[in-house]
């Protein structure tokens, strides 16, 4: 082999040494870069399977349930049935003013005020206090029979009432066994229309709420009329036997359609931790507490006020109730229309207001006129607190 050939391939060998070199460090970085690309996607591996356990822990009923038809025959049914259960659950429960004062009067004369307003506040508390326990029940599939046993205590303790005539058996039907039953009816009643509803979930809402002033409006002039015509047993068997009717129309209105609801789902936890760190819902759950506090009372006591502080009539004093409740038919509808373009916590919010100024400006009202104006606007304005 000549020296010449020697020289050449000894310069192949270093040309090729060094583009070895030279490329060595881009192959490097490229081999350096495709293992940061495979830790970055082990990393968000990690985070995915993280956040689908933490999604997985967290999981709702809502998120198991078909996206919200928002119309249709079963939907539009679910609006019917949970009118006529507000019919009776918070339809009768705001009749307790017409309750009230016959109770003083009359069925239990020997008992004060104020013991006689612990039924009704006792009906109230049970109808919240459980609402709030059986949303676990719901969750589980059990609405059916929440439904059927709901509906059976309410028209079992109305009837009950009707043969009661000591202060501890009013007590028991009108208080606690009406009051437990409307408790294992309000969840189920509302979160049925929500689960075929979005968008037009306030409308919908505010129709079934309407119920309420057409129950309370039937019930009070049911009782001023009959109990003076046939006596108070037979007046609450009349309003028992429609509150059965309510209750036989709203029974297959809710369970049309609804058989995806039937099987089990993850219960949300009855108490849960996390809600206390979450500033906004402690904010809203105060401010709910202290409207359920101040609520109900002017139902209550319109009647009695008419009648002992203004001098009017039985008759007169009770149909103030009714211009309450009716004014509080036309205030959810008008309320669910305005909550379902600008927002619900906004007319929530206006209503409260407007509640507040009213129940001060009671303490000025020494009228008929004045006070009938005050019941009406009561009645609009104090939907927020159902």
Known sequence: MSPTTVDQDDKRRKSTSTQEHATSPSSSSHEHRETDVEKQEQGAYQDGKKDANALS????????????????????????????????????????????SYYRTTLLSTSSASSISWIGTVQAWLLIFFGVMSGPLFDLGYFRSMLLIGNFLVVFGIMMLSLSTNYWQVFLSQGVCMGLGAGLLYIPSLALVGVWFSRKRALAMGIVMSGIAVGGVVYIIMFDRLTKTVGFPWAIRAIGFVALVAAMLSIPALLSGSSMLATKRKARALFDKSALQDRLFLIFTASTFFTFLGYIVPYFYIPTYARERLGSSDSLALYMLVFSIAGSFFGRLVSGVFAHYLGAILAWILCAFASGILALCWIGIESEGGFVAFSVLWGEYSWHGD
């Open 57 to 100: 822990r967290a999981v709702t009923t809502e998120s198991l349930l078909p996206v919200p038809p928002d119309g249709g025959l079963h939907a539009w049914l679910k609006v019917f049935g949970g009118f006529f259960i507000y019919v009776n659950i918070w339809g009768f429960t705001l009749t307790y003013g017409a309750f009230q």
